[in-house]
């Protein structure tokens, strides 16, 4: 598995390094990064939804300032 | 002497400079790297704290950067206790979401993945290096050719524990940007 890399800045001293995410950083991350994507996701699918949801009452006839009173 | 209109030849005393109200303590840039972090920045000199963040680029095999931010101490983050509260809206839509519950880290927003890029995230922090419940409110921009986002963020740190630091992270390859931090008086 690839290694990862973080910029590390210290204000104490006014320096930074750039290095390679710790074993444990980088299991760390592959967390993240899945728990991050389903969040996307579930946002994703929200504004999916309410784009779908647009374009069926539009469909119906309803006007687009009638349709943003509904969803938004 | 009323500051900040200086004239040539003025000087500097302490009641003028203790009145300036927001400090520049760190500039730092950051290119192609997954996370950042800035340590010792949070400290007993100021209470509360202006963080500005700016991501110009990213690669990564998504479509989205999500944003991620923990605070830390010591050199190690906290993972845990982050709960927010959130509204936002892409284009004509607009969505929302909460969790209270507490999670490994405060959500950022999102923004596309692109060689270049218009993300930017400004966060009021309260108190993070106190012995106390960290408060922030925080908003995020997104205005690239695909896509535009801006979105609003509450969020609380529950834990009564001092932090002097903070990390930044994609769940992306990596990203470039540059993060300020001010502290308030």
């Given at each position: 598995m690839a290694t990862d890399n973080k910029l590390e800045f210290d204000a104490a001293t006014n320096q930074s390094v750039v290095r390679e995410l710790t074993e444990a950083e980088q299991t760390q991350r592959a967390k993240d990064i899945a728990k991050a994507n389903d969040l996307r996701d579930s946002i994703q699918s929200e504004l999916s939804a309410k784009q779908s949801a647009r374009t069926k009452l539009a469909a119906l006839g309803l006007t687009e300032a009638e349709i943003k009173a509904l969803v938004g | 002497m009323t500051f900040p209109v200086f004239a040539s030849g003025d000087v500097l005393n302490a009641s003028d400079m203790n009145a300036v109200g927001l400090w520049k303590l760190s500039e730092t840039n950051f290119t192609t790297v997954a996370s950042v972090s800035l340590n010792n920045?949070?400290?007993?000199?100021?209470d509360n704290y202006r963080i500005l963040i700016r991501v110009t680029a990213s690669t990564g095999a998504g479509t989205d950067n999500t944003f991620t931010m923990r605070l830390r101490a010591a050199g190690t983050d906290?993972?845990?206790?982050y709960v927010h509260q959130r509204f936002g809206a892409q284009g004509a839509t607009t969505f929302a979401g909460a969790n209270?519950?507490?999670?490994?880290d405060w959500f950022g927003g999102f923004a596309a993945v692109n060689a270049t890029m218009y993300y930017s995230q400004t966060i009021d922090i309260f108190?993070?290096?106190?012995?106390a419940p960290t408060v922030a409110s925080a908003y995020t921009c997104e205005l690239d050719s695909t896509a535009t986002s801006v979105q609003v963020f509450a969020m609380r740190h529950t834990a009564s524990t001092s932090y002097d630091g903070f990390t930044f992270f994609t769940n992306q390859t990596n990203m470039t940007g540059t993060v300020w931090v001010y502290g308030y008086r």
């Open positions: - | 920045v949070f400290t007993s000199d100021y906290s993972s845990a206790n209270t519950s507490g999670t490994d108190g993070p290096q106190l012995a």
